[in-house]
């Protein structure tokens, strides 16, 4: 099957994904949406929505068309293994694709997390393009008889996965966290758009702003004023939770906090904060910044900020990646096509 006609399969399965999320309706609550919801109480109904949404988006014939084109594949088919993370939803939806695309096996296990939305994305994605159905399985046991792996995970299953596969081509990623830079000339507009960056699945995806570098002196009113327009956040349990734990706790340790209402500021220079908090640190000019910034390129996966330069991201963009924006920044078709 040639690009143009595989673009536009994957453009008729952005259009059903969109009809699924704009047909849901959350006063009666019904179909794979809910069911998420059941598996997974941070997948909720408006979160799963916008991720199903943001996958048609990035689906787009044109879009498609352009980012196949570049890359070229052997008929050599390997057996490809995807570990797949599951910290929001249907986060592991992007490597299955790449390895089909690519003509590969994809043997795929999936996080405990995430058990709903794949394999129902999958079996939609079979509908319009039926050669896939036998290009995949699941694997409940350790995964055997592969030729090359994609495991995401935490720092501490970093080190398991680069153990088990590490004799193997592999792309392994670990934690990885957002920040964004501002400079107290942020619009409300900007601010507003931030809030997504910062709030959008709870914060729990290493897209999410996690931390903020501000200019020493900042002054916080605007931006506290913003976060506190809709909070809709504390709403979840688990979440409201964690925001009363982490005060407490952090109270105690006698450290410099910032009561955001909807999320506690702590003063840190690390960009990993738990959920329902947001670590800050004051900067005194732009070579600081910089400088910190290099000392975490390997922990970080977006830079935030006005007037974005080369590889840094936009407000309000951070959880709205293209297909070519890859996790880590690791081309994960160019890797599928020299296996």
Same mark, same amino acid.
């Given at each position: 099957?040639?690009?143009?006609?595989?673009?536009?399969?994957?453009?008729?399965?952005?259009?059903?994904?969109?009809?699924?999320?704009?047909?849901?309706?959350?006063?009666?609550?019904?179909?794979?949406?809910?069911?998420?919801?059941?598996?997974?109480?941070?997948?909720?109904?408006?979160?799963?929505?916008?991720?199903?949404?943001?996958?048609?988006?990035?689906?787009?014939?044109?879009?498609?068309?352009?980012?196949?084109?570049?890359?070229?594949?052997?008929?050599?088919?390997?057996?490809?293994?995807?570990?797949?993370?599951?910290?929001?939803?249907?986060?592991?939806?992007?490597?299955?694709?790449?390895?089909?695309?690519?003509?590969?096996?994809?043997?795929?296990?999936?996080?405990?997390? *995430?058990?709903?939305?794949?394999?129902?994305?999958?079996?939609?994605?079979?509908?319009?393009?039926?050669?896939?159905?036998?290009?995949?399985?699941?694997?409940?046991?350790?995964?055997?008889?592969?030729?090359?792996?994609?495991?995401?995970?935490?720092?501490?299953?970093?080190?398991?996965?680069?153990?088990?596969?590490?004799?193997?081509?592999?792309?392994?990623?670990?934690?990885?966290?957002?920040?964004?830079?501002?400079?107290?000339?942020?619009?409300?507009?900007?601010?507003?758009?931030?809030?997504?960056?910062?709030?959008?699945?709870?914060?729990?995806?290493?897209?999410?702003?996690?931390?903020?570098?501000?200019?020493?002196?900042?002054?916080?009113?605007?931006?506290?004023?913003?976060?506190?327009?809709?909070?809709?956040?504390?709403?979840?349990?688990?979440?409201?939770?964690?925001?009363?734990?982490?005060?407490?706790?952090?109270?105690?340790?006698?450290?410099?906090?910032? *009561?955001?209402?909807?999320?506690?500021?702590?003063?840190?220079?690390?960009?990993?904060?738990?959920?329902?908090?947001?670590?800050?640190?004051?900067?005194?000019?732009?070579?600081?910044?910089?400088?910190?910034?290099?000392?975490?390129?390997?922990?970080?996966?977006?830079?935030?900020?006005?007037?974005?330069?080369?590889?840094?991201?936009?407000?309000?963009?951070?959880?709205?990646?293209?297909?070519?924006?890859?996790? *880590?920044?690791?081309?994960?078709?160019?890797?599928?096509?020299?296996?």
């Amino acid at each position: 099957m040639n690009i143009t006609e595989t673009a536009s399969r994957l453009a008729a399965f952005a259009s059903e994904i969109n009809q699924v999320e704009q047909l849901f309706n959350s006063e009666k609550p019904d179909g794979i949406i809910n069911e998420a919801y059941i598996h997974n109480k941070w997948f909720t109904y408006d979160n799963v929505q916008f991720a199903l949404k943001s996958l048609a988006e990035a689906l787009q014939s044109d879009k498609i068309h352009s980012w196949l084109s570049r890359y070229s594949f052997s008929k050599d088919q390997k057996n490809i293994a995807l570990i797949l993370a599951g910290n929001i939803p249907a986060v592991g939806f992007h490597d299955i694709l790449c390895t089909l695309l690519s003509g590969h096996q994809a043997k795929i296990k999936l996080s405990s997390e *995430d058990r709903i939305l794949i394999p129902f994305l999958l079996g939609m994605l079979e509908k319009h393009l039926p050669e896939y159905k036998n290009q995949y399985t699941f694997e409940d046991e350790i995964i055997k008889d592969f030729d090359a792996v994609i495991a995401t995970g935490s720092n501490n299953s970093e080190r398991y996965f680069k153990k088990y596969f590490g004799k193997v081509p592999n792309i392994i990623r670990h934690s990885r966290n957002s920040l964004a830079i501002l400079d107290g000339t942020e619009t409300e507009d900007e601010l507003s758009q931030l809030q997504d960056d910062i709030f959008r699945y709870f914060g729990l995806g290493c897209r999410n702003v996690s931390q903020l570098l501000v200019p020493e002196g900042y002054d916080w009113k605007a931006f506290l004023e913003i976060i506190n327009k809709d909070r809709s956040v504390l709403n979840h349990n688990a979440y409201a939770n964690n925001l009363t734990y982490y005060t407490a706790y952090f109270s105690l340790m006698d450290e410099n906090l910032l *009561d955001g209402g909807t999320v506690l500021l702590r003063e840190n220079i690390s960009p990993a904060s738990p959920p329902a908090v947001l670590h800050f640190h004051n900067y005194r000019n732009e070579d600081e910044v910089q400088n910190m910034i290099l000392g975490m390129k390997d922990s970080l996966q977006c830079i935030v900020r006005k007037d974005p330069e080369h590889g840094e991201t936009s407000f309000g963009q951070t959880q709205k990646p293209t297909i070519d924006d890859y996790a *880590d920044g690791i081309d994960t078709m160019e890797f599928l096509s020299k296996v």
